[in-house]
């Protein structure tokens, strides 16, 4: 799994894949089904600018799972810069009780 594909998150509009600046969402489909095309099992690393980029990091999940892309293919980048998979995110940061 050497194929990383990195999405920066600059707003909660738009999402930056491959120097390419993604608005609507069947753009994203369009770049994340050719990866998937490429190599099934390439990695995809959501960078956000500020993590308070909810939106968008939602439109890429959204987008990344109606395609197909299997979740453990998923990357997060947390606020020092380490990446992590999104079941290290969920154990380090648990669910507050209901």
Do not use: C, W
Request: hydrophobic share 40%.
């Amino acid at each position: 799994m050497d194929n990383q594909i990195k999405a920066v998150i600059p707003d909660d509009e738009s999402i930056l894949i491959e120097g390419r600046k993604l608005v609507e969402q069947e753009e994203i489909v369009d770049v994340l089904t050719a990866a998937l095309q490429r190599d099934r099992n390439f990695i995809l690393v959501i960078e956000p600018m500020v993590n308070a980029h909810y939106k968008g990091i939602g439109k890429l999940l959204y987008t990344s799972q109606r395609i197909g892309m299997p979740l453990e293919n998923l990357r997060y980048t947390m606020e020092n810069g380490e990446v992590v998979t999104f079941d290290e995110l969920r154990a380090r940061t648990p669910a507050a009780p209901v």
